[in-house]
């Protein structure tokens, strides 16, 4: 399918467990994004990316990893799963003219 | 560094009446402006972008905002509301540039329609 898809939608993992959420989008679009989505808080940008093996911390990076081998692939893992990263993640990819598209999200429990 | 506010976490209107969801934002150079929607369990779909151009900028499903420089403000109108409109609306903001084109997003405002 075109456009930019997630997965999993819906995830729920345990306290201290790796989880990793893919992103991958069709329209060879150079730039990247991973937002967090909390009642509160709006989006917060936790990675970015502007390229193939190039990437960025945003706003809230603590407890995430990215890359990006392939322009159509930016993976967030988190390494040790804690419940303050329960959330709403979006997966979003930019044109040069700076509006970004987005993804369906992933909701993500961690109990 | 950038910053966009959203006056008005909630707003109500009935079926048929103006829309008006208010955006102000900072930023150090000449931004580029846009105005999200995200409808419940869904991503956030682009409604309209101000990328210097016209002032006055159209969008999708007949909303508009206006680029108001002295009052660094984007406010999204649209004038007569549907039952359809109601979501939830972000505001967002970018400095182009070397930024990557990240975006600073307000926290949103919750637009319910009623009949």
């Known amino acids: 399918d075109a456009g930019i898809t997630q997965s999993p939608r819906y995830k729920i993992t345990e306290t201290g467990r790796q989880v990793t959420l893919m992103c991958h989008q069709t329209?060879?679009?150079?730039?990247m994004f991973w937002y967090r989505q909390d009642l509160g808080h709006g989006l917060r940008l936790i990675y970015y990316s502007a390229a193939a093996d190039i990437t960025d911390k945003g706003e809230v990076p603590d407890g995430y990893v990215v890359s990006r081998s392939k322009t159509e692939n930016f993976p967030l893992t988190l390494e040790s799963a804690t419940r303050s990263q329960t959330s709403v993640y979006f997966c979003?990819?930019?044109?040069?003219?700076?509006?970004?598209?987005f993804g369906p999200g992933t909701r993500l429990t961690v109990t | 560094a950038q910053s966009v506010t959203q006056l008005g976490s909630h707003v109500s209107v009935s079926e048929g009446a103006l829309v008006l969801l208010r955006c102000n934002y900072s930023?150090?150079?000449?931004?580029?402006l846009f105005w999200y929607v995200q409808y419940p369990n869904q991503g956030l779909q682009l409604l309209l972008k101000y990328t210097s151009a016209a002032t006055l900028v159209k969008g999708i499903n007949g909303f508009e905002a206006e680029f108001k420089k002295s009052e660094t403000s984007f406010h999204l109108t649209k004038p007569s509301a549907h039952m359809s409109d109601a979501a939830e609306y972000f505001c967002?903001?970018?400095?182009?540039?070397?930024?990557?084109?990240?975006?600073?997003f307000g926290q949103g405002t919750i637009l319910t329609v009623h009949p």
């Open positions: 967002a903001v970018s400095e182009g540039g070397t930024s990557y084109g990240k975006l600073t």
């Open positions: 930023s150090s150079v000449p931004p580029y």
């Open positions: 979003a990819s930019s044109v040069p003219t700076y509006e970004q598209y």
């Open positions: 329209w060879s679009h150079s730039y």
